[in-house]
């Protein structure tokens, strides 16, 4: 599996790119391919983020719910929630429109923050809302979403206030399905979020020190059992092995971008001998790290001589 790349940092915090310095929104097309990335690993911004699906089938987690999304359904994703996203198709591709709560208002003590922002950014049962094409509310968030991605693409002038125009309908629906969906408020999801942030970050600026599971559970204030039990229960893995194919994943990029030995490389992501990090990448890869490398290469080779000779 090949993770796209994002902006983040240390604390797993995307930095994510908007269409203008100062207008603090992003309309993207991800195209999940065998040679581009088929995951987004775990994550989360201070945007407020729809997905909507253009083809194919995906998986979001968001903490510790699940989500199969096909082709016309979407997503929402609060902001400050943690997640990740996964191709379960080959050429699948989603819509990600993201933006940031202050391009509604950024006056906190006003009457439109106070009432109709503020009580669904901090709702912690509306961490996210799964929309369905078919559902009236759902559609017209739906419609929203695709409606600001052709505005971005027809860039007529003043084309941002349209956008903007079009954000206030769209958020004014989405607190409509989630006063439709969220009925119950879980306070339990604020505390799991907060946990696999800090789970997650730890990984991320640790993953090449020997660390250990009694580290993880030192950090976020668990014992070992604990703190095993509740990243299986949210995340549906075991944190060894979670850890374990994220070194994995993260050797890939060296595998593929330099020319690093694997024995380099292997003590690079973590491991500490080259053959326990060539048994683990095996057994989760069902392929040798030189596999890997040899057909990256052979697969860049290939591109480079059909441009060469569409040139000719």
């Not at 006063?179 to 604020?190: F, Y």
């Not at 944190?239 to 050797?251: A, E, G, P, T, V």
């Not at 003590?267 to 095996?282: A, D, P, R």
Request: charged residues 25%; proline residues 2%.
């Amino acid at each position: 599996m090949l993770e796209k790349k994002l902006r983040i940092d240390s604390e797993k915090r995307e930095l994510p790119v908007h269409i203008h310095q100062g207008f603090p929104i992003g309309i993207i097309t991800s195209q999940f391919t065998e040679d581009t990335y088929d995951y987004v690993n775990w994550h989360w911004h201070e945007e407020i983020q729809y997905n909507v699906v253009l083809n194919g089938t995906f998986c979001f987690h968001v903490a510790n719910k699940e989500f199969i999304i096909g082709k016309g359904d979407g997503i929402f994703i609060n902001t400050q929630h943690i997640h990740m996203a996964e191709a379960k198709e080959p050429d699948s591709s989603y819509l990600f429109v993201y933006f940031h709560p202050s391009l509604l208002t950024n006056q906190k003590d006003s009457y439109l923050y106070k009432t109709y922002i503020s009580s669904l950014l901090s709702d912690n049962s509306a961490s996210s809302l799964l929309l369905h094409q078919e559902i009236d509310n759902d559609k017209k968030v739906i419609d929203f979403i695709l409606e600001v991605k052709s505005l971005y693409d027809e860039k007529n002038k003043g084309y941002e206030l349209d956008i903007l125009s079009s954000l206030i309908q769209l958020w004014k629906y989405t607190i409509s399905c989630a006063n439709e969906k969220c009925l119950i408020t879980d306070r339990n999801d604020l505390f799991t979020n907060d946990r696999l942030k800090k789970i997650f970050s730890y990984i991320n600026e640790n993953y090449a020190t020997q660390f250990t599971l009694e580290d993880i559970s030192d950090h976020i204030n668990l014992s070992r059992s604990h703190c095993c039990r509740f990243f299986k229960n949210c995340v549906g893995q075991n944190l060894f092995q979670y850890i374990i194919n994220f070194r994995i994943n993260k050797s890939i990029e060296l595998l593929i971008n330099t020319n690093k030995s694997i024995a380099n490389i292997a003590y690079e992501v973590g491991f500490n001998s080259q053959s326990y990090f060539t048994k683990c990448f095996t057994a989760i890869k069902n392929k040798t790290p030189n596999n890997i490398r040899n057909e990256f290469k052979n697969k860049k080779l290939e591109k480079e001589y059909l441009i060469k000779i569409g040139n000719n």
